[in-house]
Nanobody, 124 residues
Framework: QVQLVESGGGLVQAGGSLRLSCVAS????????MGWFRQAPGKEREFVEA????????YYANSVKGRFTISRDNAKNTVWLQMNSLKPEDTALYYCAARQRTYYSTDPNEYDYWGQGTQVTVSS
């Protein structure tokens, strides 16, 4: 089993930045693709971005391209999401997810492990 714990969320003004962290425990995730998803109240969970097992070829949703950056350190079993130029529409509960495949997917149903989420609130 893999446990994922997110941190780094909070309240920030529009235009500000946050860095989310996701630490995995239980087993190494170095051979897993990792993803970030978010869910706003009343909306479905949506893909934000993901990264392959080796850190290559990150894939971003159009809504965050150029503003968010995903990275990982397999030695630390950790994935980060650097979020810049935040907008009020980025407000959501952000989840980290692990997929027992080396390559990512944008479908949340294809991820095997999930964290509890960390809240990001962007004020206008």
């Amino acid at each position: 089993q893999v446990q994922l714990v997110e941190s780094g969320g909070g309240l920030v003004q529009a235009g500000g930045s946050l860095r989310l962290s996701c630490v995995a425990s239980g087993r190494t995730v170095s051979n897993y693709a990792m993803g970030w998803f978010r869910q706003a109240p009343g909306k479905e969970r949506e893909f934000v971005e993901a990264i392959n097992y080796n850190g290559a070829m990150p894939y971003y949703a159009n809504s965050v391209k150029g503003r968010f950056t995903i990275s990982r350190d397999n030695a630390k079993n950790t994935v980060w999401l650097q979020m810049n130029s935040l907008k009020p529409e980025d407000t959501a509960l952000y989840y980290c997810a692990a997929r027992q495949r080396t390559y990512y997917s944008t479908d949340p149903n294809e991820y095997d492990y999930w964290g509890q989420g960390t809240q990001v609130t962007v004020s206008s």
